[in-house]
C-alpha cells in the first residue's frame, strides 16, 4: 500500500505582524513552517503505516528548492521518501496550476492508494488544491476528514460538518483533505533526523513531470492576484453608558445596525 501526502511550506502566519506606522505586513524572520493541516494528514499516513509495516508513506511538494528543509522534517517524522516539484516554470501559480503540477507528480509516482492532504494551507487559505487534485486525477475525494478507518480495499472516513459529522465509505484510490481534529502529530525522532539526512530527495522540474510550460505556473493560471493590501486596523471600541437596561439596548440597536441580529 502507497500513501502520498502533499505537503506545503507556509510562512508561520501566528509570527506574522503588521507594523503599526506603515500598516504593512512584516514578514522578516518569520520562520517557515510544515502547513498545520498537512502534518495532520502525514499523521494519519504513518498511523496507517504503524499498524500496516508494509505500507509506504511518500511526500510531495511543490515548491522552491528551500521547501527541502521541510520534506527533510517530514522524512524525520518517519515518512520513507520525498519528491519536491520545483522549477520556474511553476512559479506563480494559483490554485488551478497548483493542482495540475501536483497530479503530474502523483502520476510519475504512480500506483498510490490514499492521498491525503491538509484541509487548508495557512497562507493561500482557500483549500481548493486537494480537492483540484483528485479531480485531475479522476479520483472520489473526501474533505474535512476528522477520522480514518481502512476497510478491505475502502476507506470509512467522518467527514467534519458544522453541526456533526457524516460517514463515508470510498474507494481506494481516493483523495481525503484532514483536518487538525483527525490527530496530533508527533514529533521528529533523533535516528529518523539522523536518517532524513541521507536520503536523496529527487527534484523534478516541467519535464520531468511531462508539463508543457505553458501548463503550468502564471501561464496556466486563469486568476491573477491584482492588488494585495492589509485590511485596515478594526476601529477603536466603543465603552457603552447608563443603566444595565440603557447599555443592553444600546448593544441591541448597533448589533442591528451591523446585521448581527
Ligand atoms: C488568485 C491567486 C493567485 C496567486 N498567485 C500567486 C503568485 O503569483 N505567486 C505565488 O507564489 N502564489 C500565488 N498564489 C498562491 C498559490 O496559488 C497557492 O499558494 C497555491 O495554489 C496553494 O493554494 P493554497 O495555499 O490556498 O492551498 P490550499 O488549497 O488551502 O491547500 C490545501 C492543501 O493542498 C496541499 N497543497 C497546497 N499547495 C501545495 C503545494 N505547493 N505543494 C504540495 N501540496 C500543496 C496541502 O496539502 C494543503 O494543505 C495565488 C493564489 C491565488 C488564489
Not at 496550476?97 to 500506483?111: L, M, N, Q, R, V
Not at 494551507?121 to 483540484?132: L, N
Not at 487534485?133 to 480495499?153: E, H, S, W
Request: glycine share 8%; proline share 7%.
Amino acid at each position: 500500500m502507497k500513501i502520498l501526502v502533499c505537503v506545503k511550506q507556509v510562512p508561520d502566519t501566528n509570527e506574522v505582524k503588521i507594523d503599526p506606522v506603515k500598516g504593512t505586513l512584516i514578514r522578516d524572520g518569520v520562520p517557515s513552517i510544515l502547513n498545520p493541516d498537512d502534518a495532520n494528514a502525514l499523521e494519519a499516513a504513518l498511523a496507517i503505516k504503524d499498524s500496516n509495516p508494509e505500507a509506504k508513506v511518500v511526500v510531495l511538494t511543490m515548491g522552491p528548492p528551500q521547501a527541502n528543509v521541510m520534506l527533510r522534517e517530514c522524512l524525520a517524522m518517519g515518512a520513507d521518501e520525498a519528491y519536491l516539484l520545483s522549477d520556474r516554470a511553476f512559479g506563480g501559480a494559483d490554485t488551478c496550476a497548483t493542482s495540475t503540477t501536483i497530479a503530474a507528480g502523483i502520476k510519475k509516482i504512480g500506483d498510490v492508494d490514499i492521498i491525503l492532504a491538509g484541509r487548508q494551507a495557512i497562507d493561500g487559505d482557500t483549500a481548493q488544491v486537494g480537492p483540484q487534485v483528485a479531480q485531475r486525477l479522476g479520483l472520489p475525494v473526501v474533505t474535512y476528514v476528522q477520522d480514518i478507518q481502512l476497510k478491505d480495499d475502502k476507506v470509512v472516513v467522518q467527514r467534519q460538518m458544522e453541526d456533526g459529522y457524516e460517514v463515508l465509505e470510498v474507494q481506494m484510490p481516493c483523495l481525503l483533505t484532514a483536518v487538525k481534529e483527525l490527530n496530533e502529530p508527533r514529533y521528529m525522532s533523533i535516528y529518523g533526523i539522523v536518517d532524513a539526512y541521507k536520503k536523496e530527495i529527487p527534484m523534478w522540474n516541467h519535464e520531468d513531470v511531462a508539463l508543457d510550460p505553458k501548463d503550468c505556473g502564471l501561464k496556466a493560471s486563469p486568476t491573477q492576484v491584482f492588488r494585495s493590501f492589509t485590511p485596515p486596523p478594526k476601529g477603536k471600541g466603543e465603552m457603552l453608558k447608563g443603566s444595565v437596561k440603557e447599555m443592553a439596548s444600546g448593544l441591541v440597536s448597533r448589533l442591528e445596525e451591523k446585521h448581527v441580529i
